[in-house]
T-cell receptor, first 114, second 112 residues
Framework: KQEVTQIPAALSVPEGENLVLNCSFT??????LQWFRQDPGKGLTSLLLIQSSQREQTSGRLNASLDKSSGRSTLYIAASQPGDSATYLCAVSLYYSSASKIIFGSGTRLSIRP | DGGITQSPKYLFRKEGQNVTLSCEQNLNHDAMYWYRQDPGQGLRLIYY???????QKGDIAEGYSVSREKKESFPLTVTSAQKNPTAFYLC???????????FGPGTRLLVL
């Protein structure tokens, strides 16, 4: 059974620091991995999607990497800002279909101190 | 303007009562999903639908029911059989054959 784990559950860093969020999954047979952002009481916003054949994706100050063989992904945030404060969720898709099964981690709650 | 709407934002349920959460989309997406999120946890799939008049159970379907009579709409009913309904409910959509899911703003259900 696929399980997705995110450690730590919460992280607080001062503004301007570079930081890394971690995600691990137990079964390497994934189709893709996605990072989402969730603000308190809101829905999810997709940040980056990495296909299983890819090793990384970049968008602005965000860079996500994927190592299928070790079952790990990282989300790197450069020059963090208070507006980056949110919960970040990692999710893996198990197979390609018209309604794929997605398994979510429980998230890392990130707080950027001004 | 395009997107996914969920209503109401907050919903209160009395003991033994059925309540229905609305999810509407104008993205012309074929697939729609319902997730439940509990505090400090990830999302768990309740039901999903790939096409009109068809839907499948997810991991935690007991105590819930859905319908998909129109492409744009996928309402979720929380029945009295669901003994622990307090949670944040998220609706999502995706294009047929595409993996990226787009999420609505959510409905928070509370029990009186």
């Amino acid at each position: 059974k696929q399980e997705v784990t995110q450690i730590p559950a919460a992280l607080s860093v001062p503004e301007g620091e570079n930081l890394v969020l971690n995600c691990s999954f137990t079964d390497s047979a994934i189709y893709n991995l996605q990072w989402f952002r969730q603000d308190p009481g809101k829905g999810l916003t997709s940040l980056l999607l990495i296909q299983s054949s890819q090793r990384e994706q970049t968008s602005g100050r965000l860079n996500a990497s994927l190592d299928k063989s070790s079952g790990r992904s990282t989300l790197y945030i450069a020059a963090s800002q208070p507006g980056d404060s949110a919960t970040y969720l990692c999710a893996v898709s198990l197979y390609y279909s018209s309604a794929s099964k997605i398994i979510f981690g429980s998230g890392t709650r990130l707080s950027i101190r001004p | 303007d395009g997107g996914i709407t969920q209503s109401p934002k907050y919903l209160f349920r009395k003991e033994g009562q059925n309540v229905t959460l609305s999810c509407e989309q104008n993205l012309n997406h074929d697939a729609m999903y319902w997730y439940r999120q509990d505090p400090g946890q990830g999302l768990r799939l309740i039901y999903y639908s790939q096409i009109v008049n068809d839907f499948q159970k997810g991991d935690i379907a007991e105590g819930y029911s859905v319908s998909r009579e129109k492409k744009e709409s996928f309402p979720l009913t929380v029945t009295s059989a669901q003994k622990n309904p307090t949670a944040f409910y998220l609706c999502a959509t995706s294009r047929q054959g595409q993996e990226t899911q787009y999420f609505g703003p959510g409905t928070r259900l509370l029990v009186l």
